[in-house]
């Protein structure tokens, strides 16, 4: 395998761990571009020491820690106040704010060994928390926690010591417990109950049965809808912010089944009046054994083409 084959090899992953470490999609396959870009100019220097995809990634590594040097976290809006209650009052935010992206699950490739051990570390609330991380502590963690590395080579990389990497991973981990849910919360049901639930949710949401998503919903459930920075929290409001903003009718909006970040997903559309259904958002659920615990819809019909999803579908 020459070396552009072994680059392509590792493409899936390396986006991944960037998106991890900047918490934007297009940024990560900004800085995987910068990183190939590096490793191309750089490869007389590669004593092979170490394996290409070991090299890949402190490149990796170095480049997003130069990015979040000048750039300010990515968020959400819980993590911005109080949640609101009033579905008419959704304004816009006073400062500028940088927004939380979904990671669409098709670009980890087909093999499911890796589906599977990214899911959880690339959970919408797990990168939200890692997001409160200063940068060389983020980077510490993924580098530990879900690449595996050992603390001598993570601080090789970072140019500090074993009990630094140590010490940031120990404080790390306590600020990812207190913020992220409990694993025993993240837990799916089981099939075929997984696939009724998504069906039901769909189903309502496109009539606007509002009955059926009450019994959906878990009572402590959230919305969040970025780039607006108002969200709702328990059932009650969660259902009065979509009885107001939904419009009643048939056929007024498709949603398109999809998966972002090791979670289920749907693709809003909204029926417009050239008799087309347009791109609107882009809904990441968090799915309990209880009912749907979250749903994070991303306001932004530019998402759509990194899911293989057109702007506009015809019914």
């Not at 809808?225 to 259902?239: A, C, E, K």
């Not at 087309?276 to 019909?301: C, E, M």
């Amino acid at each position: 395998m020459n070396l552009e084959e072994e680059f392509a090899q590792h493409r899936a992953g390396l986006v991944a761990h960037c998106y991890r470490m900047l918490g934007s999609l297009h940024d990560a396959e900004d800085a995987v571009q910068d990183t190939y870009l590096r490793a191309w100019r750089g490869q007389a220097g590669f004593e092979q020491r170490s394996s290409v995809k070991t090299w890949l990634y402190r490149i990796a590594t170095n480049v997003c820690l130069n990015v979040l040097q000048h750039s300010s976290r990515r968020m959400v809006p819980s993590a911005l106040g109080a949640p609101g209650n009033d579905p008419d009052e959704l304004q816009p935010h006073a400062l500028e704010v940088t927004w939380l992206e979904p990671f669409p699950d098709h670009l980890l490739g087909a093999d499911p060994a890796t589906i599977v051990g990214d899911r959880q570390s690339l959970r919408l609330a797990v990168v939200a928390a890692m997001q409160h991380l200063p940068p060389r502590q983020r980077a510490v963690l993924i580098l530990r926690e879900v690449l595996t590395w050992p603390a001598t080579e993570v601080a090789t990389l970072l140019d500090t010591t074993t009990a630094a990497v140590n010490s940031s991973l120990q404080r790390a981990r306590a600020e990812l417990a207190r913020l992220r849910p409990a694993e025993e919360d993240l837990s799916e049901p089981d099939e075929p109950a997984r696939r009724h639930l998504l069906d039901q949710f769909s189903t309502a949401l496109e009539s606007k049965d509002l009955a059926t998503l009450e019994g959906l919903l878990t009572a402590d459930t959230r919305w969040e809808m970025p780039p607006i920075p108002t969200w709702f929290s328990g059932r009650n409001d969660v259902l009065r912010l979509l009885d107001a903003k939904l419009r009643p009718g048939p056929d007024r909006r498709i949603l398109v089944e999809t998966s972002a970040n090791g979670q289920p997903a749907f693709a809003l559309y909204i029926h417009g009046e050239d008799g087309q259904y347009h791109a609107h958002s882009i809904k990441v659920l968090t799915v309990t054994k209880d009912g749907i615990s979250a749903v994070l819809a991303f306001h932004r019909p530019t998402l759509f083409p990194a899911f293989g999803l057109p702007l506009v579908h015809s019914r």
